[in-house]
């Protein structure tokens, strides 16, 4: 049996199995009974995340980044001598057979080619959140998953901690209500700070190329363009063609918990009510999105609104129910509106409040109980425990993961184009501005194509 059938067939099999699911290239556990590691991006602190929560009790066999000085520090701090590469495409074509799964940390225009070669080989994937930067690349890793049998994880930490299982579980045993309003906000982005740049002009001045970065590499699937400074290493997400904003940024974060507990599926319309002008290209410095979920099982239709950039809290995001005034009521960036109650928690999930004070200490006296285990260690011990057959499927699988990617990059679309979408999630189409729908799948330069056949 090769390396992809045996890893394909022992991640079909329960946690209680006894052929665990990493191989270090043939069946069976490795000398030391830990997992193979590669790093896809190996720089800045989001590489340090994986390596500091839990990457590094296990084997890291290699390191992938196209800034060797940007990753420089970590290599030395880690104190590596493991191959380094600036391709990852040739990282797995020389590796794949010693390489049990790898944790792509790139920018969103590259994470869904870097997900799905190593995903082609067998190999499970943590893939930083935006899970893929358009639609039609989430949904193809929905059916590579289905596909290639290997364990996933997007990077959404607060979905795998205890604050949001309580704010689903309270949802769920109707604490607050019957829920048909849900506000979130943001109150970035900072234009022209560390992580937005504010352009000028389109496209920005090119400036020549850092030496020890490979500048076409850093492009990968994107159209050919001089380099500018603003693209690389933190202010990609200000442009379209790399990144998603804030909305991208934090949507995946502060809108887990409300898709979560209401079982959202995507929109049948979502609006651009207000935008801050900005160049072509560039995301906004403020904005507020509108989105309709129809109603689903027992739940009525839901209406989420997205805020970010600052706002006018007296005249946008009113809620004036239950003691709460608006959107950023307490601070909180989330807040689900029910016809007993309100729940509110953090960006990143986090522990929720409940409003009014009589519903809050009821809930506190005599909590739900606990529906939805628990993960101990955090998102990538979660995910290496299932690789090893030693715990369940990861809460933010691609699965789960590529729905609330795709109501994030939904909203984008609606925010680049200042528009109304009309969404046919049936039929993966805008009705109303079939001209959009060219967004939906980007084009991809030679060498950069996959899952065409998927």
């Not at 022992?10 to 997992?35: E, M, Y």
């Not at 184009?417 to 060219?438: G, M, Q, S, V």
Request: proline residues 7%.
């Amino acid at each position: 049996m090769n390396r992809r059938a045996f890893l394909s067939h022992s991640v079909a099999l329960t946690a209680a199995s006894t052929l665990p699911s990493f191989a270090i290239g043939k069946p069976g556990k490795s000398a030391n009974g830990k997992l193979n590691i590669a790093f896809i991006g190996s720089g800045g602190w989001i590489a340090q995340q994986p390596y500091n929560q839990g990457c590094s009790e296990e084997n890291l066999v290699a390191f992938c980044d196209v800034d060797q000085n940007h990753c420089a520090e970590n290599m030395k701090a880690w104190r590596t001598n493991q191959p380094f590469f600036t391709d990852f495409r040739e990282m797995l074509d020389k590796m794949h057979k010693e390489i049990d799964a790898v944790v792509v940390s790139t920018p969103d225009h590259t994470h869904f080619p870097a997900t799905l070669a190593a995903m082609e080989r067998g190999i499970h994937v943590y893939t930083q959140k935006p899970l893929t930067h358009n639609v039609w690349q989430a949904r193809t890793l929905v059916k590579a998953r289905e596909r290639y049998g290997v364990v996933t994880q997007m990077g959404n930490q607060g979905h795998a901690g205890d604050g949001i299982r309580q704010s689903v579980e309270a949802v769920r045993a109707g604490v607050i209500g019957d829920v048909a309003q849900v506000y979130c906000h943001n109150g970035g982005p900072q234009m022209g700070g560390q992580h937005f740049a504010n352009p000028s002009v389109m496209p920005p001045p090119s400036s020549p190329v850092p030496a020890g970065f490979d500048w076409d590499l850093w492009l990968g699937p994107a159209a050919e363009r001089d380099h500018c400074g603003d693209y690389h290493p933190y202010r990609w997400r200000t442009f379209y063609d790399f990144g998603s904003g804030m909305l991208g940024d934090w949507g995946c974060h502060t809108l887990d918990t409300p898709v979560w507990a209401l079982d959202l599926d995507p929109p049948t319309v979502v609006e651009c009510l207000a935008r801050k002008d900005s160049l072509e290209g560039v995301i906004p410095a403020g904005s507020h999105i509108k989105y309709h979920f129809p109603a689903k099982g027992a739940r009525g239709p839901v209406t989420l609104e997205w805020f970010d950039g600052p706002q006018d809290w007296n005249k946008v995001g009113r809620i004036e129910k239950f003691g709460a005034d608006h959107a950023a009521h307490l601070g909180r960036a989330c807040w689900m509106v029910g016809s007993k109650g309100m729940l509110g928690c953090g960006t990143h999930a986090g522990a929720p409040s409940i409003l009014d004070t009589e519903l809050r200490e009821a809930w506190k006296a005599s909590p739900p109980p606990e529906s939805i285990p628990r993960v101990a260690g955090g998102p990538f011990r979660e995910w290496m425990r299932a690789i090893k057959g030693e715990g369940s499927e990861p809460g933010s699988n691609f699965t789960y993961s590529a729905r609330l990617t795709e109501i994030i990059l939904l909203g984008v679309l609606a925010q680049r184009f200042n528009t109304r979408i009309e969404w046919d999630a049936k039929a993966a189409r805008i009705a109303n501005r079939p001209e959009l729908n060219a967004f939906l799948k980007e084009p991809a330069r030679d060498g950069w194509r996959y899952g065409e056949t998927l």
